[in-house]
């Protein structure tokens, strides 16, 4: 096995192990903030993902504010469990997903989402995982919003800017800003429009 692909699997490790699905419950004005994005945009019959969910919260808000049709994907077993024990409303309710999106994305038809979204999750792609890009444009009907960190660089963070890469790909950038209201300081929220009509 390559050096790079090892990596891969370090990188997948390491999320496994360090889900720390209590902290993750704690900065509910990330979810506020998200939500006020997603409100703009989508009407509660929306169907939407969220890629790297963790324990939930930030499906929860949109849960609690009348939006059902959820679905998240997200590697930790301990997160998900987790979930469980928090939401159990909207756990029982929702499609959960437990598994890598390597794993996962290229099964998933195309257009089988209205809005896919992630918060502080593409930033930890893997160099050799960034085919994962496409495959996300590929399932979004409509929307592509984006929370991250595209600047900071370590072992697991990968500066990108999203807007070059996810206008290659049939999407146009309709709105981008700062996220200091959700006290996420270095963070740039973006959000894409398919230019081209989804069918059917």
Not at 86 to 114: C, G, L, R, S
Not at 160 to 177: G, H, L, P, V, W
Request: proline residues 4%.
């Amino acid at each position: 096995m390559s050096k790079k692909k090892k990596s891969v699997k370090k990188l997948h490790d390491y999320w496994v192990e360090n889900s720390s699905p209590e902290s993750y419950l704690v900065p509910q004005e990330r979810s506020k903030f998200l939500l006020e994005y997603v409100k703009k945009y989508m009407q509660p019959n929306a169907k939407i993902i969220e890629l790297g969910c963790n324990v939930g919260r930030n499906l929860h808000e949109l849960y609690q504010n009348d939006y059902k049709n959820l679905t998240g994907i997200e590697i930790s077993k301990q997160a998900v469990e987790k979930m469980g024990t928090t939401f159990p409303d909207m756990a029982n309710e929702i499609e959960v997903v437990h598994t890598p999106i390597e794993d996962w994305i290229k099964q998933v038809n195309t257009y089988q989402y209205d809005l896919v979204f992630t918060m502080a999750v593409l930033e930890h792609i893997h160099p050799d995982s960034e085919w994962v890009f496409e495959h996300i444009a590929r399932i979004s009907r409509e929307y592509i919003l984006t929370i991250e960190d595209e600047n900071s660089t370590n072992w697991r963070l990968f500066p990108r800017n999203y807007k070059e890469i996810f206008e290659k790909y049939d999407f146009e950038q309709i709105e981008e800003a700062d996220c200091k209201k959700a006290n996420l300081e270095k963070y740039r929220l973006r959000i894409f429009k398919r230019t081209i009509r989804a069918f059917p």
